[in-house]
């Protein structure tokens, strides 16, 4: 079956920290793939996403994710953290003939310590 | 734009009860869907549309039903309401497009006692 999983549902860094939360999906087709942020009591903002143009991709505020399908990974990354990058980060993917449907993962909670 | 509106941003109903969640979008999106959000278990797909007049089921759909009879619209009943409907409800909606990101409405808090 295909799946979406999200290692650490809760992840600390100090701030000024590396950020790293860990997407990895089941497919043997590369999926569409995508990261997602929630600050409290919001919807969800796209913060990138891989349509299969560049392995690396670059999205906002900072954070990037690359692509390795021998790892059938999507990884989010971020340099160094700010106290506002403090939120719910939910990695998504869309599987070939799934209906447009979009797999959510269970989501990481990231802390900033000052 | 508006982009997905979501009413009312909280509702507390009665087990037994009826409701419906209205959602809106302005941006002639083809494809709208609702989730479900709850702790730990990230967002479940409750049913999803792809045009106007046609609708199917997601990952959880007992207990809720939908319409789209327009493409601006597309609320979500509860028939009955349940305490395990208690959650937190995402309409969301996107271009046709299978790598088009899903924009959100800011969400429906649901208590159910």
């Known amino acids: 079956a295909q799946s979406v999983t999200q290692l650490g549902s809760h992840v600390s860094v100090s701030e000024g920290a590396l950020v790293l939360l860990r997407c990895n999906y089941s497919s043997s087709v590369p999926p569409y793939l995508f990261w997602y942020v929630q600050y409290p009591n919001q919807g969800l903002q796209l913060l990138l996403k891989y349509t299969s143009a560049a392995t690396l991709v670059k999205g906002i505020n900072g954070f990037e994710a690359e692509f390795k399908k021998s790892e059938t990974s999507f990884h989010l990354t971020k340099p160094s953290a700010h106290m506002s990058d403090a939120a719910e980060y939910f990695c998504a993917v869309s599987f070939s003939g799934s209906a447009r449907q979009l797999t959510f993962g269970s989501g990481t909670q990231l802390t900033v310590l000052p | 734009n508006a982009g997905v509106t979501q009413t009312p941003k909280f509702q507390v109903l009665k087990t037994g009860q009826s409701m419906t969640l209205q959602c809106a979008q302005d941006?002639?999106?083809?494809?709208m869907s609702w989730y479900r959000q709850d702790p730990g278990m990230g967002l479940r797909l409750i049913h999803y549309s792809v045009g106007a007049g046609i609708t199917d089921q997601g990952e959880v759909p007992n207990g809720y039903n939908v319409s789209r009879s327009t493409t601006e619209d597309f609320p979500l009943r509860l028939l009955s309401a349940a305490p395990s409907q208690t959650s937190v409800y995402f309409c969301?909606?996107?271009?046709?497009?299978?790598?088009?990101?899903?924009?959100f409405g800011n969400g429906t808090r649901l208590t159910v006692t």
């Open positions: 969301a909606s996107r271009p046709g497009h299978l790598n088009s990101p899903l924009h």
């Open positions: 941006m002639n999106h083809e494809y």
